[in-house]
Structures are given as structure tokens and as C-alpha cells.
T-cell receptor, first 113, second 116 residues
Framework: NAGVMQNPRHLVRRRGQEARLRCSPMKGHSHVYWYRQLPEEGLKFMVYLQKENIIDESGMPKERFSAEFPKEGPSILRIQQVVRGDSAAYFCASSPPPPETQYFGPGTRLLVL | AQKITQTQPGMFVQEKEAVTLDCTYDTSDQSYGLFWYKQPSSGEMIFLIYQGSYDEQNATEGRYSLNFQKARKSANLVISASQLGDSAMYFC?????????????FGTGTRLQVTL
């Protein structure tokens, strides 16, 4: 029973490039959440998605960030024109319909040079 | 709005001893869940234990127990018989127990170091 999968595990981008982070939820989970962890800080909520729907994007920066969870395939967090401040660990979590427990993937460490 | 406070940036405990990691919370929700996650140096987030606000008994999972004091708004994690592998960051988190408000709010974490 595979857990939440995220890839890549590490991603290096130069300023101005695009970063695309993927998340495959646990089998049977149709709810996906993205969180960001800056160095030496706790996780901060970014966005909550169900298949083909964004339910809550209150934590997403207004510009450059977008997320989707298509009917087929993984959830994608896209960061356009990355800046150094985007360097962080990005975690995806999945769950059955809330309020069930969220289980986290291993994270993607993004480094912007 | 919800807020989690973890006042211990770092803790040391000797192997085989018990340790308590503090967590206090603030919320206006009547129904909520409290969670503890472990983040070892490898970076993943591991779910440890859950306590619902209406649960009358404190949650336990193996060597982990949650000391839930609703009136004091505290949800401390107790780790018994510490092991070297318990060395990690520990995060307390909470969320409302409604279907639409699903985001977890995390504290800043406590770094636990288990010594010989």
C-alpha cells in the first residue's frame, strides 16, 4: 500500500525558471493538500484540492503560484518565474474526505539559485 | 483563526526516559482535531497521534500518548521509554472538524535530542 508520492525529491532552478512539483495521493484518497516549509519553520498551508476542483487556496501567493488536481494523473504545484525566496520544502498530503487524517509525502526540496 | 504554540525550541532526554513536548492552542471552533507529526532529519512528515476535541479519553499509540487538557487548551505529547530513533523535530497541528475547513495549522516545532 504505497504512501503519498512526490517527485522530484530535490529540484534546483535558476531565478526566472518554472518549477513543477508532482504529488500522487495514497490509493483511495481523493483530497490533496499542499504545504510549504521554510527553513527552520513549521509547515504553512497553501492549497486544498479535490479532483478537478480547488476547494481552498487561501494560503497560495497571489502571483506565480498555481495548483491543479486533474481527473487523471497527479496533482501539480506550479511556480512560475521562481525567486530565491521560493526555496523551501513543499509537502503534499492526502486524505479520504475530511475530517480524516492527512498523510504526508516525503516532500520536494526546491532550491532557487 | 487557529493558532498553535510550541514554546520549547529544543529538548534533551536520556534514552529510556519519558519526555513531554508542550503544545497549546487557540481556536474559536467548537469541534477540532489535534495532531502530532514527527520530522526526522531525512525530512519526511510522519503522523504520530490524533485527539478529537470531543474525545473523553486521552489518545495513545504505542509509546506515544497525548495529554489533552481542554480547559487549558493544551495537547502535550508524551513519549515514553525514549529511543535514539526518536531524535527529530516534532510538530503539533490542529484543524477544525468540518468538511470545508480542512487545512492544518502547525506550530513551530520542538527539536528533540535523545542521548545515551
Amino acid at each position: 500500500n504505497a504512501g503519498v508520492m512526490q517527485n522530484p525529491r530535490h529540484l534546483v532552478r535558476r531565478r526566472g525558471q518554472e518549477a513543477r512539483l508532482r504529488c500522487s495521493p495514497m490509493k483511495g484518497h481523493s483530497h490533496v493538500y499542499w504545504y510549504r516549509q521554510l527553513p527552520e519553520e513549521g509547515l504553512k498551508f497553501m492549497v486544498y484540492l479535490q479532483k478537478e476542483n480547488i476547494i481552498d487556496e487561501s494560503g497560495m501567493p497571489k502571483e506565480r503560484f498555481s495548483a491543479e488536481f486533474p481527473k487523471e494523473g497527479p496533482s501539480i504545484l506550479r511556480i512560475q518565474q521562481v525567486v530565491r525566496g521560493d526555496s523551501a520544502a513543499y509537502f503534499c498530503a492526502s486524505s479520504p474526505p475530511p475530517p480524516e487524517t492527512q498523510y504526508f509525502g516525503p516532500g520536494t526540496r526546491l532550491l532557487v539559485l | 483563526a487557529q493558532k498553535i504554540t510550541q514554546t520549547q525550541p529544543g529538548m534533551f532526554v536520556q534514552e529510556k526516559e519519558a519526555v513531554t513536548l508542550d503544545c497549546t492552542y487557540d481556536t474559536s471552533d467548537q469541534s477540532y482535531g489535534l495532531f502530532w507529526y514527527k520530522q526526522p532529519s531525512s525530512g519526511e512528515m510522519i503522523f504520530l497521534i490524533y485527539q478529537g476535541s470531543y474525545d473523553e479519553q486521552n489518545a495513545t499509540e504505542g509509546r506515544y500518548s497525548l495529554n489533552f487538557q481542554k480547559a487549558r487548551k493544551s495537547a502535550n505529547l508524551v513519549i515514553s521509554a525514549s529511543q535514539l530513533g526518536d531524535s527529530a523535530m516534532y510538530f503539533c497541528a490542529m484543524r477544525p472538524l468540518t468538511s470545508t475547513a480542512s487545512k492544518l495549522t502547525f506550530g513551530t516545532g520542538t527539536r528533540l535530542q535523545v542521548t545515551l
